[in-house]
């Protein structure tokens, strides 16, 4: 994957028109009716998108429909993959000493007094 790829999906208006067609085709025009930026502001950004083969165009009379495409967002998810088991290794780790605290307070004969509790009962002799 290209860092390149990133940065594509690193602008908030190409972010949110990328949100927008997870639903499915959109036109131009209904796409300039969910974001807060005018016609050529948009066609700008699916132009971008576009070449960066995020989305794909199908021209119907005078429309524009617009849609994803698959492949990128798989390579965006192989490379996260890479990262995932170093992560889930991390966090099953993580578990496992958590575990064996809760198992080692559980089993210790006497429970400690918070100390807010310990604090007040000596203000109070």
Request: glycine letters at 6%; one cysteine or more.
């Amino acid at each position: 994957m290209h860092v390149s790829t990133l940065q594509i999906l690193a602008d908030p208006m190409r972010l949110c028109i990328v949100e927008m067609l997870r639903g499915g085709e959109r036109s131009v025009n209904d796409i300039v009716k969910g974001v807060a930026i005018d016609q050529s502001g948009v066609s700008r950004h699916l132009r971008i998108l576009q070449e960066a083969k995020f989305v794909r165009v199908r021209p119907e009379g005078q429309k524009r429909f617009y849609s994803l495409c698959s492949d990128p967002f798989r390579d965006i998810d192989a490379w996260v993959s890479q990262y995932r088991q170093l992560w889930e290794g991390r966090l099953d780790k993580f578990g496992e000493a958590l575990a064996r605290k809760r198992e080692a307070k559980q089993s210790s004969p006497h429970v400690r007094k918070s100390s807010r509790r310990v604090h007040h009962e000596r203000n109070n002799k």
